[in-house]
C-alpha cells in the first residue's frame, strides 16, 4: 500500500468509526429512563398522578425497613403530611443499570435523597434500588420495587 492509500485507508476509517455510536440504547430503555427520572422528580412533590402512572395496580414493593407494601399502601402514604413540615427532599437516580428482557426491564441504580431544612441543614441517605418494569397495555409500570438503605460512612473522629 502505498503512503498515500494509507492515509486515505485510515481517515476512512476515522470517518466510519466517528458514525458509528460507542453505545445505543432502546427506545424502551430510553423510555424507562424517562419515566424513572419524572417519578424521582415527582417524588419530592408527592405527585399522586405520576405514582400511579409509575407504579402498576399489582406492584409488590420491598421498603429499606423489609415491609412488603402494596399500591394502594403507597398511594395511601401519599395522602399523609410529611412529618418535617419545613423540609424539601430531592431524589435523584444515579449509576442506573438497565438490562432489557423483551416486554420487561430490570432496573438497578442508587437513589440519593437530599433534604434541606428549613434552619438550613442538609441531610443525605443513599439507598440501593432495583425495580422490574413490565411493558403492558401499551406502557411501561413497575409490578416489582425492592428499596436498600446504604450505611452511613463511620465518623472518624
Not at 423510555?31 to 409488590?60: C, H, I, P, Q, W
Request: hydrophobic share 45%; aromatic share 10%.
Amino acid at each position: 500500500m502505498t503512503k498515500r492509500g494509507l492515509w486515505v485507508a485510515l481517515a476512512v476509517s476515522i470517518l466510519l468509526w466517528g458514525a458509528v455510536p460507542a453505545f445505543t440504547e432502546t427506545q424502551a430503555a430510553l423510555d424507562v429512563t424517562a419515566l424513572l427520572r419524572e417519578f424521582m422528580d415527582a417524588a419530592g412533590r408527592n405527585d399522586s398522578a405520576v405514582f400511579d402512572k409509575f407504579f402498576a395496580d399489582d406492584v409488590v414493593y420491598t421498603r429499606a425497613t423489609g415491609a412488603v407494601i402494596t399500591k394502594a399502601d403507597i398511594m395511601q402514604s401519599l395522602k399523609i403530611p410529611p412529618v418535617q413540615i419545613n423540609a424539601k427532599t430531592a431524589y435523584s437516580a444515579e449509576d442506573l443499570t438497565l438490562h432489557e428482557y423483551g416486554e420487561t426491564m430490570i432496573v438497578a441504580f442508587r437513589l440519593d435523597a437530599r433534604t434541606e431544612h428549613a434552619d438550613g441543614k442538609a441531610e443525605m441517605a443513599h439507598y440501593r434500588n432495583t425495580g422490574i418494569f413490565l411493558h403492558r397495555g401499551g406502557r411501561w409500570q413497575v409490578v416489582a420495587w425492592q428499596a436498600t438503605k446504604i450505611a452511613d460512612p463511620p465518623v472518624n473522629h
